[in-house]
């Protein structure tokens, strides 16, 4: 049975700085790529970041490059978000997903846009 456990999110002023985790188990953790997405209400969920099954390579949304990291701790099995310089437009819930094929290297842009194993969220909600 696959869990992802997010945690990490909380209240900020704009500027600053979270890293959220999200705790995998019930999968193997390092054939799968992972990804951050994020939903504000009344708008679809939105791939924030991914990262490849072997934490070799990034994919970023415009939005986010230069201020988040994406990566993937595998003797820990956790994928972490770091964030920097956050914005009042970073409000919304975090989901980490699980991509729905293994050893995805490519296209990482699709991670996770066909699985059905998401967290269950973490806030993060940014003042300005």
């Known amino acids: 049975q696959v869990q992802l456990v997010e945690s990490g999110g909380g209240l900020v002023q704009a500027g600053g700085s979270l890293r959220l985790s999200c705790a995998a188990s019930?999968?193997?953790?390092?054939?799968?790529?992972m990804a951050w997405f994020r939903q504000v209400p009344g708008k679809e969920r939105e791939l924030v970041a991914a990262i490849s099954w072997n934490g070799g390579t990034a994919y970023y949304v415009d939005a986010v490059k230069g201020r988040f990291a994406i990566a993937k701790d595998l003797a820990k099995n956790t994928v972490y978000l770091e964030m920097s310089s956050l914005k009042s437009g970073d409000t919304a819930v975090y989901y980490c997903?699980?991509?729905?094929?293994?050893?995805?290297?490519?296209?990482?842009?699709?991670?996770?846009?066909?699985?059905?194993?998401w967290g269950q969220g973490t806030q993060v909600t940014v003042s300005s």
């Open positions: 019930g999968f193997t953790f390092s054939t799968y790529a």
């Open positions: 997903v699980r991509d729905a094929l293994q050893y995805r290297q490519a296209a990482l842009h699709e991670t996770g846009k066909d699985s059905g194993s």
